[in-house]
């Protein structure tokens, strides 16, 4: 067996632990862990009882090792490694997975029939597995191996006997990650539930979540999340992307953060005019008003009565009790700066370097801000101060620099909608003005200035990219997938020939794959 070992499992074992390095947390190592020895602990009296009653055996020439119970190490490694194998392959694989969304509340169990239907079957099918394998254990026989399999595990479907071991071994360890994960998302779903959460949560702590029932799902909250999921996958491929290499609470309150933005940003672009554009703005100004104000119990009731039903989880959900006012505020004003290129007294607002600075910093530094005061909020590591605002301020600047990358992307499709981000002072120097831009934005001299755009972008996060590093361990690799997936943008617009779908440059998603993990393993 030892042999087998060496042969079938330590390869693969070696294999996915490279392979998964790079995106392995914390909370990883310790749900692996805790399945393990669960497996341990479960399969060895129901191992040794088989082996005791002679149920199987092992020939002696192929065990080299003490046993345990009668039963040798080499199978009682056996224990550890498939679980090991298998938790890595699942952990693997359901990486992108935003186990919240997937929550059902007893209303839509209620409203999917089909749901509660497909419920009660299983129920009675692991039930009747169950009893059968109970009949085989009292007839005893040559069914005796199959009934203690059933009755251990409780599994309906019977394959060949062969192979039903393994089978059911490698569903059940897939079943308790799924359980460890459904009460992971529990717990971090739903904080009035679970106010507070250590980093690894007790196994009764698990339980607990597990045996919440139902009916005390926010379901409000669980289509809010879905439709801000739904959302950062339509419009940002890239962010999309790097929001599966976050975790827990912090990748919850970066997709809520990110709903935000978007909606108010639409409210805004969406609007039929300038009035009511800026109407909007107020609305959102106000919003903000309330929420940080000493009432914030009013802001449920101004939302309901002023905003569309699309809008309103995403500025119900929005984490501002972790958020510092300014970046907000500051992001709505970057919105008003927008409304300009409708007005007929300055359309084109952008004057000068400066004047793209302050806009980027508002529309986009304001937002990677917010990001990093959630990372600080939700990550344990101590950090000085004086650390912590160097590093909000280098993200501000990142966030400049990715605004930039943006404005370079999107040449053509804001010319289509009469905006036209470059400087005015850069224009002159090439001989331009506003209307040529928007006559001919694919033009030589346009595409320099697209370039001399890029020349900035890079430049900044040159700069800014060694605050990454600073930020608390659990979120540099995230952060640098993030940062990195959207910057990639920007050298796919400097390569000859780049592919462009809709007015805009793509890149391809195995690129974005290879940035992303080639950042995991910076």
Not at 478 to 507: D, N, Q
């Amino acid at each position: 067996m030892g042999y087998d070992h060496l042969v079938y499992t330590i390869p693969p074992a070696i294999l996915l632990t490279l392979l998964y390095y790079p995106l392995g947390t914390g909370i990883d190592i310790y749900k692996t862990l805790f399945l393990v020895t669960i497996a341990v602990v479960s399969t060895i009296p129901w191992d040794s009882y088989l082996i005791r009653n002679r149920v199987w055996t092992y020939p002696s020439h192929v065990i080299i090792g003490p046993t345990l119970f009668q039963i040798p190490a080499e199978e009682v490694f056996f224990f550890v490694i498939q679980t090991y194998n298998t938790s890595l392959l699942y952990l693997f694989v359901s990486k992108p997975t935003f186990h919240p969304v997937y929550l059902r509340g007893e209303q839509l169990l209620r409203h999917g029939r089909h749901l509660l239907v497909s419920r009660w079957l299983g129920t009675l099918a692991v039930a009747a597995g169950i009893a059968f394998g109970i009949w085989l254990v009292t007839k005893s026989g040559e069914g005796l191996y199959m009934g203690l399999i059933l009755i251990w595990s409780g599994p309906f479907i019977l394959l060949l006997w062969e192979a039903v071991f393994f089978l059911v071994t490698n569903v059940l360890i897939v079943f308790g990650l799924v359980a460890f994960d459904n009460a992971l998302a529990v717990l971090h779903t739903f904080p009035a539930l679970f106010p507070s959460i250590p980093t690894h949560p007790s196994p009764l702590l698990l339980i607990e979540a597990l045996l919440v029932p139902p009916s005390s799902y926010d379901n409000d909250r669980i289509a809010g999340l879905q439709q801000a999921l739904g959302c950062l996958k339509a419009k940002s491929r890239s962010f999309y992307l790097a929001s599966g290499v976050f975790q827990g609470q912090l990748r919850i309150d970066l997709i809520l953060l990110y709903s935000f933005c978007r909606v108010a940003d639409d409210l805004v672009d969406d609007a039929a005019s300038t009035e009511e554009a800026r109407s909007w703005i107020g609305k959102l100004f106000y919003f903000l008003d309330l929420s940080y104000s000493d009432k914030p119990g009013r802001v449920m009731d101004y939302v309901n009565a002023t905003f569309p039903p699309s809008a309103r989880a995403a500025l119900l959900l929005l984490p501002s009790q972790y958020l510092s006012p300014k970046p907000l505020y500051d992001l709505l004003k970057g919105f008003e700066t927008d409304l300009h290129f409708k007005s007929a007294s300055n359309p084109f607002p952008i004057k000068d370097l400066s004047a793209l600075e302050r806009y980027g910093a508002r529309v986009a530094g304001t937002v990677a801000e917010a990001c990093i005061e959630l990372v600080y909020y939700h990550t344990t590591t101590p950090t000085l101060h004086s650390r912590r605002k160097q590093v909000v301020q280098a993200g501000g600047r990142m966030g400049v620099a990715l605004q930039y990358i943006n404005i370079a992307r999107d040449v053509s499709v804001d010319a289509s909608n009469f905006r036209v981000y470059f400087p005015l002072d850069w224009l002159k120097g090439c001989e331009l003005v506003p209307g040529d831009v928007i006559r001919d934005p694919t033009s030589r001299k346009v595409e320099c200035l697209r370039q001399q755009l890029l020349d900035n972008a890079m430049d900044i996060y040159q700069s800014s990219r060694g605050a990454i590093e600073q930020l608390p361990p659990e979120a540099r690799r995230p952060m640098r997938v993030a940062v990195e997936s959207y910057v990639e943008i920007g050298r796919v617009l400097r390569e000859p020939g780049h592919k462009v779908k809709a007015g805009r440059a793509t890149v391809p998603k195995w690129r974005r794959a290879w940035v992303a993990w080639k950042a995991l393993n910076y």
